[in-house]
């Protein structure tokens, strides 16, 4: 098999190298735009998973990367909730969290480690080639995109691969330093400007000097405050060393092709082959750096795509079956990588917590640690967070209560606890009539514990409905209904129970789920009311466009269904 391989990064380099050691006959050609040693930032970071995955698939390379990285297992973090200066201003406190494996190496170390293992093997490697039409590669079986956010073979492809691109309202800069850090290191600091924070971690600590990643962020209004726009590099690099001098301790921050301040973007494709052509790592998805595991997916790509072209049937079919093995992994992966990066998105929002908790909210932000995670992890974090938040909900005398079991209290409205039944549909209702089932339902969740229950979405008028068994709240019989149900929520648990109100729109008048959730046939069907004249899908009725008459009756539903709710 002859594969064209369009970019010399890790992903590139590593599914080269397992092409090769799979088949020695495969003709692997890597082609890379930069000269050697050419790359973007300073250092990357694994966590303990990730090497062992990638030993399996190949020891040599593995054992070349161990003899590089920093090892560490603590996270430190320092906030500063107050700008120096300012009245009655707090000091900055540190906090440290252990129990997290991670290993952290330059960016150029392993480039170089993958190339000499990509040339060992077999690989033919030519740098400095520039493609201008990624189509000019597909003489060969296989073409993979592996050139990363710029991604040329995506962009010419784009109508199969459909990217969606999400520019996010940050400005962050990639630096290094030559500070000796022992652990991964988070720095938060209030400014005359606003908030800035750093994501640090080291990489290298021998030979001398010793490096660290330094990846500063600031929100964009925080950014222009600051005049960070209007300075060159070096003004640049004089202002956060000045910035950050406390920090730094007298060693200075270095700049290599960063690119400048740039916004992150979250890349997604609706698809990652076109017949003979396959883009992985960030070509088809980014994850943010506030997990660190943009190479840590690229090179499990490569592990698996490889896994997948050494198997039987047709190039298209065998990219297919790579893509669908590995996309849920990519989006469970991704979905965190949103959740830390929404998290640092608005840190601000947690600087009036003590430092346990900030850095408890820190540890598990991305919910791939959990609080029973943490406790194993760092059982002396975890339990401080846990006599904080859990002494003023508990007994005189008894132990803490565990953060998810304290009541919260909104407005005038208390919760016995933090656990939310979410709204599900169940589709049982008769013309929104709701019944013993939706008494069961509801009434067995409150019963069990949970502090709130939400309803099912419950429409505010009959062409509302997605469904003929969807629950309603447009006729007083619905109103004594739902209050039976009310009744027994509060009368049997100490639950507090909110009515979700909705409109369908568009997606109305299909048949319920077990059905084939199918348009609705024209005797049973009603006219479907949207904002455009859009049908929901190629089956579906087009709906008639809402007048301004359509409009006011709609928030008229609203405000009756909810005057009911309440009663």
Known sequence: MRINILGGGPDGLYLGTLLKKQNAAHDVRILERNRPGETFGFGVVFSDQTLENLEA???????????????WEDIDTWYSPDAPGQAGARAGTWTRSTGHG?????????????????REVGCRLEQEREVADPEALRDADVLVGADGINSRVRARYAETFRPEIDLRPCRFLWLGTTLPLAAFTFLFGQTAHGLFQIHAYPYQRDPDPALSTFIVECQEDVWQRAGLGRMDEQQTLDFLSTLFAPHLKGHPLLIRNSGGWRRFPVIRCARWHHENVVILGDAAHTAHFSIGSGTK?????????????????????????????????????????????????????????????????????????????????????????????????????????????????????????????????????????????????????????????????????????????????????HRDAWRRVVDFVHGSSGAKIGLQLAHAGRKGARTVPWEGDLPLPPAAAWELLAPSAIPWDADAATPRAMAAADLLKLEQDFVRSAQWAAE
Not at 57 to 71: N, T, V
Not at 102 to 118: H, Q, S
């Open 102 to 118: 991670f290993c952290g190496l330059a960016r150029v170390e392993l480039l170089k480690i993958l190339e000499r293992r990509a």
């Open 297 to 477: 997916l690229a090179m499990e790509d490569a592990i698996l795509l490889a896994k997948a072209l050494g198997r039987d049937g047709g190039v298209p079919e065998r990219l297919a079956a790579y893509e669908a093995e590995r996309r849920p992994e990519v989006d469970r992966i991704q979905h965190a990588a949103r959740t830390s990066m929404e998290w640092f998105e608005n840190t601000a929002r947690y600087l009036h917590q003590t430092p346990a908790q900030f850095n408890f909210n820190l540890m598990t932000r991305s919910k791939r640690i959990t609080y029973d995670n943490l406790l194993i992890r760092d059982r002396e974090l975890t339990e401080q967070v846990t006599a904080e938040l859990g002494a003023a909900g508990a007994a005189v005398g008894a132990a803490p209560v565990p953060p998810a079991f304290l009541p919260f209290r909104l407005r005038g409205l208390t919760l016995p606890n933090r656990i939310v039944v979410s709204p599900m549909c169940q589709y049982r209702a008769a013309d929104g009539l709701i019944n013993d089932w939706h008494l069961v339902h509801l009434g067995s969740r409150a019963v069990g514990g949970a502090g709130l229950i939400l309803t099912e979405a419950t429409a505010v008028s009959p062409e509302g409905r997605i469904t003929p068994g969807c629950a309603g709240m447009y006729r007083l019989e």
């Open 57 to 71: 698939a190949d020891p040599e390379s593995m054992a070349a990367i161990r003899a590089r990285f920093a090892r």
